[in-house]
């Protein structure tokens, strides 16, 4: 069962801001939104996860709707390597090993053109 | 932020060989690894999960058999893929939970690309 919905693909361009959005509406009271990207033939990456509150970090901003239902990803000024594929998923915080049991979706790819 | 390393990166094999993946944990201690499979143009689907000291439970529909996991210390853990047939070929990934607070952060090894000829 798919627990998050992306868009398959967005364009972006170079230095504007990027806003990925995922839509969770089944996720449960302890779960948290989890974002991952995927560059080309390499590893995920993590890149930033929330509860309920709006997070940022040095990669990007999470903003999560009050019924967090809803989430969007934002890399605030795109550059040519942040073209990836993105992961929204929804995960217990810390149930032991259930937690690396992550479930990735077909993700959306992000393409940031000149 | 925590490495975990994957070797090899990629490797070729012949038909009905068998290839092993390492999968370590470079500045902290892992009692689970995770072991993802990713075919072309495809999401990563979990294979396994290995436990340190302890036998690894593996999803549905991969074989134990086939794919042999051993997780004998904190900072490794291994994938063998036995009797390779070309429909194995694909990228093998394995991550490692590091736990910070009520929270964890799973980071990936590099992957390695296995060609079955």
């Known amino acids: 069962d798919a627990k998050t919905t992306q868009p398959p693909s967005m364009d972006c361009a170079e230095g504007r801001a990027a806003n990925l959005p995922c839509n969770h509406s089944t996720i449960s009271g302890n779960e948290y939104v989890y974002w991952y990207r995927q560059i080309h033939s390499q590893g995920p990456q993590y890149i930033i996860h929330g509860l309920k509150n709006n997070e940022t970090n040095e990669m990007a901003s999470l903003i999560i709707t009050e019924d967090r239902k809803s989430s969007t990803l934002i890399l605030p000024h795109a550059t040519l390597r942040d073209t990836a594929v993105y992961y929204c998923i929804v995960s217990p915080p810390d149930g032991g090993t259930s937690y690396g049991k992550l479930t990735f979706g077909q993700g959306t790819i992000l393409t940031v053109h000149p | 932020g925590a490495v975990v390393s994957q070797h090899p990166s990629w490797v070729i094999c012949k038909s009905g060989t068998s290839v092993k993946i390492e999968c370590r944990s470079l500045d902290f201690q892992a009692t689970t690894m995770f072991w993802y499979r990713q075919f072309p143009k495809q999401s990563l689907m979990l294979m396994a999960t290995?436990?340190?000291?302890?036998?690894?439970?593996?999803e549905q529909g991969v074989e134990k058999d086939k794919f042999l996991i051993n997780h004998a210390s904190l900072t490794l853990s291994t994938l063998t893929v036995t009797s390779a047939h070309p429909e194995d070929s694909s990228f093998y990934i394995c991550s490692a939970v590091v736990r910070t607070g009520g929270t964890g952060e799973l980071f990936f090894g590099e992957g390695s690309r296995l060609t079955v000829l």
């Open positions: 290995s436990n340190e000291g302890s036998k690894a439970t593996y």
